[in-house]
């Protein structure tokens, strides 16, 4: 199994930028990883998540739709924002479980989902989250023996996508599980990081 490793590389670098002041007891990160419904139920299982909504980031138009996004063009990226307790889950917990529930070798997308709104991505808020980030991909990438391919990218407004999609495993079960076998995501990922 791959994943302590992975996590180890980047909690020591995590130690090193955390600073001496008070943590606040709620902090936010954005994660893109294919279909956001996945990246949801996938944070929504770890101890310190306040809570995940789906929705869309980096792109030029304001308040977009799925359907527009979707499309293509407007340049968003399906992406998920986690709030988190610092005092209870790390950035560096958080974005090392993340890499290891994404094929960081997809350039074309994700899983079953192609284009530029399902590509993965880490939106980096600071320059700490930053040296996190790319000592995660630098770790990933001897692991695998490839270069990752996930974007690193700035942080930027994230809108909420419609209700319907918000929780969807848990609101529609059956269709969850039917799309995220059909999709291959968790087959690419026994291949890639072994079993849990």
């Known amino acids: 199994m791959r994943f302590v490793p992975l996590a180890a590389a980047v909690l020591s670098v995590a130690v090193g930028a955390s ?9 936010a990160a954005v994660f893109a990883g294919g279909c956001f419904w996945c990246t949801e139920s996938d944070f929504d299982k770890m101890p310190g998540v306040l809570s995940t909504t789906s929705g869309y980031i980096g792109g030029k138009v304001r308040n977009p739709t799925y359907k527009q996004v979707s499309a293509g063009g407007t340049g968003h990226i399906e992406a998920v924002r ?9 950035y560096a917990t958080l ?5 290891q ?3 960081p070798l997809d350039s074309g997308g994700s899983f ?9 991505a880490f939106f980096v808020a600071n320059a700490g989250q930053r040296r996190v980030v790319e000592a995660l991909k630098t ?14 990218l700035p942080a930027a407004t994230f809108y909420p996508a419609e209700d319907y999609h918000q929780d969807y495993y848990k609101k529609n079960p059956v269709r969850y599980r039917f799309y995220r076998f059909n999709c291959g995501r968790d087959a690419r990922l026994a291949e890639l990081w072994g079993s849990k």
């Open 101 to 103: 529930t994404i094929d």
């Open 112 to 120: 079953c989902d192609r284009g530029y709104s399902y590509r993965s």
């Open 139 to 152: 770790r990933a990438a001897a692991i695998l023996k490839k270069p990752v391919a996930t974007l690193v």
């Open 95 to 99: 974005a090392s479980r993340f890499m």
């Open 82 to 90: 986690v709030v988190y307790d610092p005092a209870r889950i790390s």
């Open 19 to 27: 600073s001496a002041s008070a943590a606040p007891q709620r902090a």
